[in-house]
């Protein structure tokens, strides 16, 4: 069983950063491939970025490429979301998830996920 708490969500102007900060209980964290996902109000939940249990490999949706970062500390048992350059575009709830591959990139491959934090980007 893995808990999975966000944080750092807010409200920025465009071209504004924010990191997101994700908090899992457990001894078995780098066991997990971890990603971001996103969901804007009246869309579907989308996958944003992930990353191996490791941290040697980031896979990351076309649109944030370059502006958006996953990274993660086995020994503190977190994965970061650093955002730069944000846009509107980018406003959502950001979800945090485990899964128990070494990486995933479907939600449906996640078997545990967090409460969420909100973003808002305003132009």
């Known amino acids: 069983q893995v808990q999975l708490v966000e944080s750092g969500g807010g409200s920025v102007q465009a071209g504004g950063s924010l990191r997101l900060s994700c908090a899992a209980s457990?001894?078995?964290?780098?066991?997990?491939?971890m990603g971001w996902f996103r969901q804007a109000p009246g869309k579907e939940r989308d996958f944003v970025a992930a990353i191996d249990r490791s941290g040697s490999n980031t896979y990351y949706r076309d649109s944030v490429k370059g502006r958006l970062t996953i990274s993660r500390d086995n020994a503190k048992n977190t994965v970061y979301l650093q955002m730069n350059s944000l846009i509107p575009e980018d406003t959502a709830v950001y979800y945090c998830a485990a899964s128990a591959a070494r990486y995933a990139l479907t939600s449906r491959s996640y078997e545990y996920w967090g409460q969420g934090t909100q973003v808002t980007v305003s132009s």
């Open positions: 457990g001894r078995t964290f780098s066991t997990y491939g």
